[in-house]
């Protein structure tokens, strides 16, 4: 507790440099977030603690930040008729008891064996999720561009047929994402699961969308505007956690929203114009790349813990840093994916415009 | 028809500056008074509802001027066509 508070009181200067660098991180981030639901808060809480924020303010910050724009990015995807909200909220409350024991996890690692136990745990969770989750995601996409069928809705897998067949009296929830009736048994582990990584790597949705899609057998588009809705109602629940102790700085929070606002809507945007098959590429690639950053980072924590010989600093120096650039390239070419869609649907669109404004012409004309 | 688009620019300007001014001067206030405001969001306990409170008067005012802004620069969702 005595920890707790002077973290809290230790809130940094912001210079005009900081705020700038959060407003655009926060944006990227934001962009990344409306379009496959999740995925841009990863970088958040590195990018805070490079400027001297505390690691706990960093999170509780993030996490501030986090759920208003969730909520924004889930009105937005609501009017275009791909969230559902049933779905989102029961996973969202299993996530919220998901988010209160992975955090006891961190706790009792952190309390046992310090900091660069936690720090290697949260390492090895990102690994392991997304190397599992990235991969079946990747196998998915390549499978597609192999059967040339990226632009056809997305198929439920076998696993979700045999999870929507299962009829247990008295759980029975229908989903308009599913289209089906599921057993409420199905969804809160699931949801159970995305609030523990959440807690973890601070990216739920990594297991949340996809858990969706191949579990459940939500298409992409929904089950990536569904996870907005969970992350909202997580965030909340986490926020007044982390705000009564204090360790909100509400300055960070805002200014990484005021970016991220702008993002998130971008985002949602994008989503009607590319193929669903986009949000798979996009969160394959985002997942995969930072399974590397943190990969890199394992050496580091295990040398700190003495499992292996030590890491000079300089070595320790060059493997942050790397690491650090490659989480950032991660969701700089996440964006980049997400913006070239964008551009290419609006000149699309365009295009069919003017072509449609001709031939009314040529009709009208001909009368 | 042309009409019917000036309306909808219009109505769109004149919320986007209105959401603008007003996520301007929250953010004013943010920034001026960050001493008070940290020194009060700090304290816990039933002060913890103040930056919830905050996220989501930010997110309805910041959150409506940037859906409003990308609309008047001409980025809005896809519309079907036949």
């Known amino acids: 507790m005595h920890d707790l508070a002077a973290q809290a009181s230790n809130f940094i200067d912001l210079t005009t440099t900081t705020a700038v660098y959060l407003f655009i991180v926060g944006f990227i981030g934001g962009l990344v977030s409306g379009f496959i639901g999740s995925g841009g808060a990863f970088v958040l809480t590195p990018a805070m603690m490079s400027l001297g924020v505390p690691g706990l303010v960093a999170v509780a910050s993030n996490m ?9 990015g889930a009105l937005k995807r609501y009017r275009y008729g791909q969230v559902d909200v049933k779905l989102g909220v029961i996973m969202g409350i ?18 046992s064996f310090g900091d660069a136990g936690s720090n290697l745990y949260v390492s090895v969770a990102f690994v392991l999720v997304l190397g599992v989750v990235g991969s079946i995601i990747l196998k998915d996409v390549m499978k597609s561009l192999k059967n040339h069928t990226s632009d056809e809705e997305d198929k439920v897998t076998a696993l979700a047929r045999w999870v929507q067949s299962i009829h247990i ?28 990584l959440a807690a973890t790597i601070a990216v739920g949705g990594f297991v949340g969308v996809p858990s969706m899609m191949y579990v459940l057998g939500a298409p ?29 700085d509400i300055r960070l929070a805002m200014l990484i929203l005021g970016g991220s606002l702008f993002g998130i809507q971008l985002g949602a945007i994008g989503t009607t114009y590319v193929k669903p098959f986009m949000i798979k590429v996009v969160m394959a690639t985002i997942m995969l790349i930072v399974l590397f950053s943190r990969a890199l980072m394992v050496p580091v924590y295990l040398s700190q813990l003495g499992l292996i010989s030590r890491l000079s600093d300089a070595w320790v120096n060059v493997l942050k840093s790397t690491s650090f650039a490659i989480m950032i390239l991660a969701l700089l070419i996440g964006a980049f994916i997400i ?19 001709v031939k009314h012409q040529t009709v009208s004309g001909g009368r | 028809m042309a009409g019917q688009i000036d309306k909808f620019k219009k109505k769109h300007y004149g919320k986007a500056i209105v959401l603008g001014i007003v996520s301007l001067v929250l953010y004013t206030i943010l920034f001026t008074e960050q001493k008070v405001l940290n020194e009060v969001f700090a304290k816990g306990g039933y002060f913890a509802l103040l930056p919830i409170a905050t996220a989501f008067l930010f997110s309805f005012v910041h959150g409506n001027f940037t859906g409003n802004f990308w609309d008047i620069i001409g980025i809005s969702a896809k519309k079907e066509k036949r």
């Open chain 1, 64 to 72: 501030c930040h986090k759920f208003p724009k969730a909520l924004i």
């Open chain 1, 339 to 357: 913006l070239k869609g964008i551009i290419k649907g609006l000149i699309a669109e365009h295009q069919l415009n003017v072509k449609l404004a």
């Open chain 1, 220 to 248: 992409g588009l929904m089950a990536s505007a569904t996870e907005l809705v969970i992350a909202f109602v997580m965030g909340v629940g986490g926020s007044l956690k982390y705000a009564l102790h204090g360790l909100v």
């Open chain 1, 169 to 196: 009296p008295g759980t029975m929830v229908y989903f308009k994402a599913l289209n089906a009736r599921i057993s409420v048994l199905f969804t809160i582990p699931l949801g159970f699961a995305t609030g523990i």
């Open chain 1, 94 to 111: 299993s996530g919220e008891a998901g988010v209160l024991y992975g955090a006891s996890i961190q706790e009792k690692i952190k309390h």
